[in-house]
């Protein structure tokens, strides 16, 4: 995240909000660039936000959705969301209201994987993902696939948002498991899928589990590529 620090380090940003903040991972990006800002981070999940006070103790933590932002208008000078797009029930809705809650001039941050042009080990990170969100869409639980890049960029566009310039991060590079992370992978894959043992999809999501064990160790494990967007809010 490196070509977020040198734009933003002659911009005056006093307040921050981190929609979808889950259990605070994109803070340690936000407290680097904006080490003297006052940040608030907001999830739907208890569970998240309790983890994120824990490690986060100068930060403000309020249960609240993307898409129902309980502040006044142009109440931040900076709005980000990471890693979450692709969990909201409306992507329209949040966006807008993250346009509604930050200031005339305002900045919004995007961190979303995304999920094509990806080499052979990104691919599996993908599988193993897709496996999980169809599982959670059983269960009820809003959490899409991975959007393409494009996608991406299409949605923030028409949600009226300018983007000032926007490129790709790659989290970590191609790592080759060894066989005690396969099994402990493939272990929480069979897990996971235990919880829907009577669902039509079982028996297909059965067979994905050996293919990732198939592909992993041929290929290896890679995070998906993300896309950062800056965009600024007139």
Aim: aromatic share 8%; hydrophobic share 40%; charged share 25%.
């Amino acid at each position: 995240m490196k070509q977020l620090k040198p734009f933003f380090i002659h911009k005056e940003i006093g307040c921050v909000l981190d929609v979808g903040t889950g259990s605070g991972n994109f803070l340690l990006v936000l407290k680097d660039i904006f080490p003297a800002a006052k940040i608030i981070g907001v999830d739907p999940n208890n569970e998240s936000l309790v983890s994120a006070a824990q490690k986060f103790h100068d930060v403000r933590f309020k249960r609240m959705s993307a898409e129902q932002l309980d502040f006044p208008n142009h109440s931040f000078d900076v709005v980000s969301i990471s890693m979450a797009l692709h969990h909201l029930t409306d992507v329209d809705l949040a966006l807008n209201e993250m346009k509604r809650v930050v200031k005339p001039g305002g900045w919004i941050i995007i961190n979303e994987l995304f999920s094509d042009n990806l080499n052979e080990a990104q691919q599996v990170h993908r599988m193993v993902h897709h496996f999980g969100s169809r599982i959670d869409r059983i269960q009820g639980i809003n959490h899409n696939q991975a959007f393409k890049k494009h996608e991406i960029l299409q949605l923030v566009n028409e949600a009226g948002i300018k983007i000032q310039f926007h490129f790709e991060h790659k989290k970590e590079e191609n790592k080759k498991l060894t066989s005690v992370e396969v099994n402990e992978k493939v272990a929480k894959m069979k897990k996971r899928l235990d919880t829907v043992k009577t669902h039509p999809d079982y028996e297909t999501l059965k067979l994905q589990i050996n293919e990732f064990r198939e592909k992993v160790v041929v290929f290896g494990f890679q995070s998906a590529t993300r896309v950062v967007i800056v965009g600024q809010v007139s």
